[in-house]
């Protein structure tokens, strides 16, 4: 595939409709079903491309920030689908939160790296759990806000057949997942790490 064809359409490779809203385990059952006669370990050694093209499209359609995503390529590809330069206005608050949560970790993190003694590091274990605790919030937050989301996505996936499929409502949708995901991708991260034995 050249750099500037399109990407293979995804929900066509797996057998649904375009559609806003997909169940996962429907999409996992489509591209298992599709996939083991074309997997390459299967008799006659299958279909290595044709296997990683059902891959990807498994991927783009059991998130909801990639399913999105494809779903305005190929319905609008005219709209930008590239995360915007401004956090979406209906996250604007928690992006000073995320901002905030992020600084104190990293700060922490580079502080417990440098300390030169186990007793120095151990000096450390009230304000790690303090932060931790911080981020445990936030991202509790973060999953508030995206199950939100979710419901807002359904909404407009009950309007999907009726036509009403507004391209500006459903940019705003993915991007918001888009977001919300690599903010709890980040929280997780750090969490990962602050707790981590040293």
């Given at each position: 595939?050249?750099?500037?064809?399109?990407?293979?359409?995804?929900?066509?490779?797996?057998?649904?409709?375009?559609?806003?809203?997909?169940?996962?385990?429907?999409?996992?059952?489509?591209?298992?079903?599709?996939?083991?006669?074309?997997?390459?370990?299967?008799?006659?050694?299958?279909?290595?491309?044709?296997?990683?093209?059902?891959?990807?499209?498994?991927?783009?359609?059991?998130?909801?920030?990639?399913?999105?995503?494809?779903?305005?390529?190929?319905?609008?590809?005219?709209?930008?689908?590239?995360?915007?330069?401004?956090?979406?206005?209906?996250?604007?608050?928690?992006?000073?939160?995320?901002?905030?949560v992020c600084a104190r970790a990293d700060a922490l993190?580079?502080?417990?790296?440098?300390?030169?003694?186990?007793?120095?590091?151990?000096?450390?274990?009230?304000?790690?759990?303090?932060?931790?605790?911080?981020?445990?919030?936030?991202?509790?937050?973060?999953?508030?806000?995206?199950?939100?989301?979710?419901?807002?996505?359904?909404?407009?996936?009950?309007?999907?057949?009726?036509?009403?499929?507004?391209?500006?409502?459903?940019?705003?949708?993915?991007?918001?997942?888009?977001?919300?995901?690599?903010?709890?991708?980040?929280?997780?991260?750090?969490?990962?790490?602050?707790?981590?034995?040293?």
């Amino acid at each position: 595939m050249t750099p500037d064809a399109p990407a293979p359409d995804a929900f066509a490779l797996l057998g649904f409709a375009r559609r806003p809203l997909l169940d996962t385990d429907e999409v996992n059952a489509a591209f298992l079903a599709a996939a083991a006669p074309v997997h390459p370990d299967a008799a006659g050694g299958g279909d290595a491309a044709r296997f990683r093209n059902l891959d990807e499209a498994k991927k783009k359609l059991e998130s909801p920030r990639w399913r999105l995503r494809h779903l305005l390529e190929l319905e609008y590809p005219g709209v930008a689908t590239r995360a915007p330069e401004a956090v979406p206005p209906a996250l604007a608050a928690r992006f000073a939160q995320a901002s905030a949560v992020c600084a104190r970790a990293d700060a922490l993190l580079a502080r417990r790296a440098a300390a030169s003694s186990a007793l120095a590091r151990a000096m450390l274990a009230r304000e790690v759990l303090t932060v931790s605790d911080e981020l445990q919030e936030w991202l509790a937050s973060l999953q508030a806000q995206e199950a939100e989301t979710q419901a807002a996505l359904q909404a407009i996936d009950a309007r999907w057949e009726s036509g009403d499929r507004d391209a500006a409502v459903i940019l705003r949708l993915q991007q918001a997942f888009a977001y919300l995901s690599r903010w709890s991708e980040q929280a997780r991260e750090r969490m990962l790490a602050l707790l981590r034995p040293e």
